[in-house]
């Protein structure tokens, strides 16, 4: 299985503030990466596929980018409804593997 | 807009089978080259595939979780069903079902069903 590993676990930024996460494969998956956002007690939502492709409806702040092994996701502007986990997840191989996550906070 | 909705029994016994059943709304299981997956999720943990199945029937299982799971299709009643056997309390989680775009992004997502394992 490819292990997919996130950091940090997580972070507390402000209101407007940059929030880079960052994802790795344990090997190459080119671009075939997704990033979703969990609310507490919801479902995950899908925000960007092939590494950088923002699905449609979702806000232009959020980013992602990246190849090979190593990939980044950004939030430009921090806002309170942001608070959640994000997850990655690589679909290069079966079985379909998910990073642990990060868990955004406000400060 | 496509909906999805789990629903199955909330308790399971430990060595019985887990079952569950994915209704979809909005639009026809049949339509368009989706997959439809099962995914699941231990409370404060992360999330675990489970596998999917397309709508001709083809399935695709974690081996983890192979030799204990079936996933199955009825186009007629536009659900997808999720059976696993042999089941302990480390199978307790929260069950999702969801859309599978192109095989493999999960674009649309069930609220989610807690399963408890316990005698």
């Known amino acids: 299985d490819v292990q997919m590993t996130q950091s940090p676990s997580s972070l507390s930024a402000s209101v407007g503030d940059r929030v880079t996460i960052t994802c790795q494969a344990s090997q190459d998956i080119s671009n075939y990466l997704n990033w979703y956002q969990q609310k507490p007690g919801k479902a995950p939502k899908l925000l960007i596929y092939d590494a950088s492709n923002l699905k449609t409806g979702v806000p232009s702040r959020f980013s992602g980018s990246g190849s090979g092994t190593d990939f980044t996701f950004t939030i430009n502007s921090l806002q309170p409804e942001d608070v959640a986990t994000y997850f990655c997840?690589?679909?290069?191989?079966?079985?379909?593997?998910f990073g642990p996550g990060t868990n955004v906070d406000i400060k | 807009q496509v909906q999805l909705q789990e629903s199955g029994p909330g308790l399971v016994k430990p060595s019985q089978t887990l079952s569950l059943t994915c209704t979809v709304s909005g639009g026809s299981i049949s339509s368009g080259s989706y997959y439809w997956s099962w995914i699941r999720q231990p409370a404060g943990k992360g999330l675990e595939w489970i596998g999917r199945i397309y709508t001709s029937g083809s399935t695709n299982y974690n081996p983890s979780l192979k030799s204990r799971v079936t996933i199955s299709i009825d186009t007629s009643k536009n659900q997808f069903s999720l059976k696993l056997s042999s089941v302990t309390a480390a199978d307790t989680a929260v069950y999702y079902c969801a859309r599978t775009d192109r095989g493999s992004n999960f674009d649309y997502w069930g609220k989610g069903t807690l399963v408890t394992v316990s005698s």
């Open positions: 997840q690589q679909y290069e191989n079966l079985p379909f593997t």
